[in-house]
């Protein structure tokens, strides 16, 4: 089982090389929430982005940790939206924005691609530069060392 250490490690790591690569200009704040009612529905939120207050939220109650930072690349997007102006006038995120309003779908679309897309690409550089000779613990030490091999490739 993961902890909110883990996620939050996880962030602040992945953080500055979002920033570089979607050229966001202004900070975001970060919230992680836990909600065991949301948690029970197979469809709840994952995450969420509140463009006047600059805010992402993501829900974190049995998730994976990388699930977790894929909510929150998608969310940065959105962020980098909102920092080049496409939020300007006032978008409404109603039920069914994205299939409704053209340009929010594109925004959707855009949030999808360079969010996942981001996540694999430091993923794939997370996994095969520094830390590729050891995984540190939960605690963000060495208190549960794990050995290249002994870790889920996943």
């Given at each position: 089982m993961h902890?909110k250490n883990?996620?939050h490690?996880?962030?602040?790591e992945f953080?500055?090389?979002?920033k570089?690569?979607?050229?966001f200009?202004?900070?975001?704040?970060?919230f992680?929430r836990e909600n065991?009612?949301?948690?029970?529905n197979?469809?709840g939120?994952?995450?969420?982005?509140?463009?006047?207050?600059?805010e992402?939220?993501?829900?974190?109650?049995?998730r994976?940790?990388k699930?977790?930072?894929?909510?929150?690349s998608?969310?940065?997007?959105?962020h980098t939206?909102n920092?080049r102006?496409?939020f300007a006038?006032?978008?409404?995120?109603?039920?069914?924005?994205?299939q409704s309003?053209?340009?929010?779908r594109?925004m959707e679309k855009e949030?999808?691609l360079?969010?996942?897309?981001?996540m694999?690409?430091?993923?794939d550089?997370?996994s095969?530069k520094?830390?590729?000779?050891?995984?540190l613990?939960?605690?963000?030490?060495?208190?549960?060392?794990?050995?290249?091999?002994?870790?889920?490739?996943?």
């Open positions: 902890d883990t996620i490690s996880l962030i602040r953080y500055p090389y979002a570089q690569r979607m050229g200009d202004q900070p975001c704040k970060v992680l065991k009612e949301n948690y029970a197979p469809l939120k994952t995450a969420y982005y509140d463009p006047q207050g600059m992402i939220h993501l829900y974190s109650t049995g994976h940790p699930d977790v930072l894929r909510s929150f998608h969310e940065l997007v959105h939206q920092c102006g496409d006038g006032g978008i409404q995120t109603d039920e069914g924005y994205a309003d053209k340009h929010l594109e949030a999808y360079e969010g996942n897309m981001a694999r690409d430091w993923t550089s997370y095969s520094e830390h590729d000779d050891e995984w613990g939960p605690a963000g030490d060495h208190s549960a060392h794990y050995s290249k091999g002994d870790r889920d490739p996943s």
